[in-house]
């Protein structure tokens, strides 16, 4: 018999939901609406210059970083798609210096949803893949939901997806219970289910990194990436590749789909800045992905899903993927600190 015809993310949802008890209402709904401006997003990104949205939009981010025209715009319609529908306490981007409260107009929900909403701008006006990264935590009942009910640590998580916009825009998600992968199909505007249960390969020979930040880095990092480099003549004995988009959501689907460790260190150039990437939505739930489908995910030191917030853009270093290279430089890295 043919394959089956691959299920829809709402079949798959209602499933989770009805058959397996893992997700309730307000949380099937919450995935739904934020998949649903997912498409809006590929929409807008895929209309490139016709879509009269690239370039800057003249504005900063709370990080100091120049905003484009489509960092402004997605996180318009995340906001605009969520807010409404009473799943949600508040919600938190990396483009707002603050938590957005649910208008009092509209129910509020249980949940809390924090996310960039297109990370990897730096490739938007080069036609390389971005992607759209999101985290779910529940609202503690007895705190307004301003920042310090976002500050919980990665394993509070409920669910965790990103949206990669490449040559098909694929939609990876975690409840908890494994990694799926969901495929736009244009023509139905639907996603369907393409990849159940995804792991990553233990063991890997490619490794993800800006090495032009080499100087900044320190001794165990630059340990780490000269054994990789002396390949087959050094002490790791056989060869490793190097691939770095620059966009985070393209290299974690990279490793998620073939396996690979994604660094970005803390380094000396701003001692200030523990690491680039922030904590709350590129790291937390990317490590809950890579965790689920067998990965590690680490800042050098601790496991990132047990780091405990202290601010809502804090910077966190990123050690991801195969288990077996996470746990050797992390090795590194704690040895040097003994
Ligand atoms: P660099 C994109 O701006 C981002 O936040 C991540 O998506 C990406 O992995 C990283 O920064 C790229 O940083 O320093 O190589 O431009």
Redesign the pocket.
């Known amino acids: 018999m043919a394959d089956a015809k691959p299920i829809s993310l709402t079949r798959f949802l209602l499933e989770q939901q009805r058959d397996q008890g893992r997700i309730n209402a307000d949380l099937r709904l919450l995935i739904e609406v934020v998949a649903r401006a997912c498409k809006r997003i590929s929409i807008a990104v895929g209309k490139g210059a016709l879509g009269g949205v690239l370039g800057n939009a003249g504005t900063d981010n709370v990080q100091g970083e120049a905003q484009k025209k489509l960092d402004v715009l997605s996180n318009e319609i995340l906001l605009e798609a969520n807010e409404w529908g009473g799943h949600l306490a508040a919600l938190a981007s990396e483009e707002m210096d603050d938590p957005h409260p649910i208008p009092h107009r509209y129910p509020k929900g249980e949940y809390l949803l924090v996310f960039d909403p297109l ?4 490739n938007i006006d080069v036609n390389i893949s971005v992607g759209t990264i999101f985290s779910v935590l529940r609202c503690p009942a007895d705190i307004e939901p301003g920042e310090q009910a976002f500050l919980q640590a990665g394993t509070r998580q409920v669910a965790a997806g990103y949206a990669v916009y490449g040559s098909s825009t694929v939609l990876v998600l975690t409840l908890g219970d494994g990694v799926h992968a969901f495929t736009l199909d244009r023509e139905q505007g639907t996603f369907l289910l393409t990849q159940s249960d995804m792991r990553i390969p233990e063991q890997t020979s490619e490794f993800a990194i ?1 090495m032009s930040n080499l100087r900044h880095w320190e001794p165990p990092m630059r340990q780490y990436i000269e054994e990789l480099l002396a390949g087959r003549t050094g002490v790791r004995e056989r060869d490793f590749n190097m691939r ?1 988009v ?4 393209a ?1 974690v689907h990279r490793i998620l789909t073939r396996g690979g460790i994604f660094i ?1 260190p803390r380094d000396m150039k701003d001692p200030d800045k523990p690491g ?2 922030r904590l709350m939505y ?1 790291a937390n739930p990317m490590a809950m992905i890579v965790e689920q489908a067998g990965g590690a995910a680490t800042d050098g030191r601790l496991r990132i899903l047990d780091i405990q917030p202290e601010k809502l853009h804090e910077r966190v270093a990123v050690f991801l993927g195969s288990k077996d290279e996470v746990e050797r430089v992390t090795r590194y890295h704690r040895e040097a600190a003994t």
């Open positions: 990370d990897g701008s730096s800006n770095w620059a966009s985070m959501v290299d970005y680039k990437l590129e």
